[in-house]
């Protein structure tokens, strides 16, 4: 007799919630090609084929989005317990995520650990299969209540999926083809009142020192080329996006990474009297659909 | 000081009262562990009632000759004092709240108190004599407890030789309580003599005296893969300063809030980049305790007279220098 010891922070999924779930989409539906499909910039899908065994090194070219991912994702906790998606008492039912962009499934995951029941979806066949081989050997308890799908956000919309109770897509929309087609599809897929969770770089000279200048070309810790300048969104044009979407945002913080120490601090937007000074390079911003 | 027992029943109470779903699995024995089951790279601790539990990460507390530290292929390396540490409960002839060691050539000694008038004896000494302190009659040990307080090493070893040669327990306890009693008129006379003793030991506790070696084993990390050590399975040393206790409910404290904070950030608790954490801020402090004991066993473990007299110097100074006095007990009682 084998038990495996769940902790016990996150609420199981419930049987009945899985049915509903899966009925719509059941756990063998087909990747798809996305090759078509109008967010998708096959440049850019390029650059994250070559290193997709390195999702999960974290020593490797990602392994500052590790430290990233953790402060991300307690910023993203906390919104949730603030709107009443996530509360401290087990729940009956996990809350649906979708995980627009997954990549290796580092932030998929992390939104199964905090008790919801998360899909990934992402273009590209080998990030997709990176994250099922990462999940299936690293976390069988985990593993019921994470899937990933070959699919884009337009093709996720198409299909019905949802309404998700949580909505991510980080780091994400600095490589998509049409940011305000992305933005609108992730807001379809939202639930009226759910959150969507963008996370990006600012267009400034702070973004393109931090984010381009240093990690590229003189700590070569991420491959050249791997950002532009002149896909960045600042923080503004991105909250107008949404609005003409149909979601209002609520917050945006800064993510400021301390190389050093590894560490990566959710900092405030404005700073005294001098505003968007927390949100210069990395940001991470919050906002919910209408109802 | 707190007898394990109540520990233990403190700990359950408190297990029983939270809303948190905690298995408590009684009356089994971990039988073995292994590193996977089929393809999930886990630990798997198999028990002496057959089940078979797999976890995220695996705590080794079971003490210093941990079996969870042997599985997880740490390295510990350390020194025996050669010594063996005696413990034994007393009853003391009136009610107390404090500590008392001395150090006596042989090691030191120490009553620690327990509630209504009861108290815990440790005792360190060589094997000869812990033979000898384990052979005697209760009557007898009680007495010489009260003797290992007051009198001087050379009447001690006197009493040791009487026991040696064969001499009956009525003879040699006559001896020790005439013995006391000059001490205590002498003590009584000579009016400069401020030395604090314990309540005097009014009897021990029948089949109560055991003992175990003492000795000061380091490990090379406090975890591996999918494993954490806290408390003695992490570091063993002499109970010279009691320390041992605090040095592990402070890893349980660190470990805690090590892996709260991964949890908040949908970590898995078992990676190593999450329990290097809670080894960065407990190895380093946990060797420097271990350290500090071990200068304090020896500078108080040695005859030579320049040492003994430093020594008397440092304590008595400490003794009347009370913000330092305060200070250091602050860090020796968390």
């Known amino acids: ?291 | 000081m707190i007898e394990t027992k109540n520990l233990v029943s403190g700990l359950l109470r408190s297990i029983h009262k939270s809303q948190m779903q905690i298995d408590v699995l009684e009356r089994a024995k971990v039988i073995k562990i292994d590193s996977e089951y089929g393809s999930v790279r886990w630990p798997v601790v198999t028990l002496s009632d057959k089940t078979s539990l797999q976890a995220r990460l695996l705590i080794g507390a079971d003490g210093g000759s941990s079996q969870v530290r042997r599985f997880a292929g740490i390295d510990t390396y350390g020194t025996e004092y050669g010594q063996y540490g005696l413990a034994a409960t007393l009853c003391l002839d009136q009610l107390n709240e404090t500590a008392f060691q001395r150090f006596l050539p042989t090691g030191p000694v120490a009553i620690l108190p327990f509630p209504g008038g009861f108290a815990n004896l440790i005792w360190s000494t060589g094997p000869d004599q812990l033979q000898l302190l384990k052979s005697v009659s209760d009557e007898l040990f009680a007495a010489l407890v009260n003797a290992a307080f007051r009198l001087s090493p050379a009447e001690l070893e006197y009493f040791n030789d009487l026991v040696r040669s064969g001499a009956a327990d009525g003879p040699v306890i006559e001896e020790v309580l005439w013995r006391l009693d000059v001490y205590a008129q002498n003590s009584a006379s000579s009016a400069a003599s401020k030395v604090v003793l314990p309540p005097r030991v009014a009897a021990a506790m029948p089949k109560s005296r055991l003992s175990f070696p003492l000795r000061m084993r380091m490990v090379d990390s406090l975890v591996s893969d999918r494993v954490a050590l806290v408390g003695d399975a992490g570091h063993v040393m002499h109970p010279l300063a009691g320390q041992g206790l605090n040095m592990g409910l402070e890893d349980v404290q660190c470990l805690v809030e090590t892996l709260e904070q991964a949890v908040l950030s949908g970590q898995d608790i078992g990676i190593q980049a999450v329990l290097e954490r809670y080894n960065k801020q407990r190895y380093m402090r946990n060797l420097a305790m271990q350290g500090v004991v071990d200068k304090i066993w020896h500078v108080f473990g040695t005859d030579v007279g320049s040492i003994a007299k430093m020594r008397s110097l440092a304590m008595n100074g400490l003794d009347s220098f009370s913000i330092a006095k305060r200070l250091l007990l602050k860090t020796m009682m968390v």
Not at chain 1, 3 to 20: D, E, F, I, V
Not at chain 1, 49 to 72: C, E, V
Not at chain 1, 211 to 234: A, Q
Not at chain 1, 253 to 279: E, K, M, T, Y
Request: aromatic share 6%; with cysteine.
């Open chain 1, 1 to 291: 007799m084998l038990r495996q010891l769940a902790t016990r922070t996150g609420p199981r999924s419930s049987q009945h919630l899985r049915r509903a779930f899966f009925s719509q989409q059941p756990l063998n539906a087909p990747d798809l090609s996305t090759e078509t499909s109008p967010s998708v910039n096959q440049d850019e899908l390029d650059k994250f084929r070559h290193i997709s065994a390195s999702w999960w090194d974290a020593q490797g070219p990602f392994k500052y989005l590790h430290t990233m991912n953790h402060a991300r994702t307690r910023y993203i906790r906390d919104r949730l317990m603030d709107l009443g998606i996530l509360t401290r008492n087990q729940q009956e039912e996990r809350p649906l995520a979708i995980d627009v962009g997954c990549g290796g499934g580092l932030a998929t995951e992390a939104l199964g650990r905090l008790g919801l029941s998360a899909l990934g979806i992402d273009a590209a066949q080998e990030n997709v299969s990176a994250a099922r081989a990462h999940l299936s050997t690293a976390d069988p308890l985990l593993a019921p209540h994470v899937h990933y799908r070959r699919m884009t956000s337009e093709q996720a919309v198409a299909e019905n999926l949802g309404p998700f109770s949580c909505v991510t897509s980080l780091e994400v929309i600095e490589h998509v083809e049409h940011p305000t087609d992305f933005v609108r599809s992730l807001v379809d897929l939202a639930a009226p009142g759910a959150p969507i969770f963008l996370s990006t770089m600012n267009r400034s000279a702070v973004a393109w020192l931090v984010d381009i200048l240093v990690p590229e070309y003189i700590l070569g810790s991420v491959p050249k080329g791997t950002h532009r300048l002149e896909t960045f969104v600042p923080p503004d044009e991105l909250r107008d996006i949404l609005r003409a979407a149909g979601a209002e945002t609520i917050d945006v913080r800064g993510l400021v990474l301390d190389p050093l120490a590894n560490r990566c601090h959710v900092v405030d937007r404005h700073w005294g009297p001098f505003s968007n000074v927390g949100v210069q390079a990395n940001y991470i911003l919050c906002a919910v659909k209408n109802k």
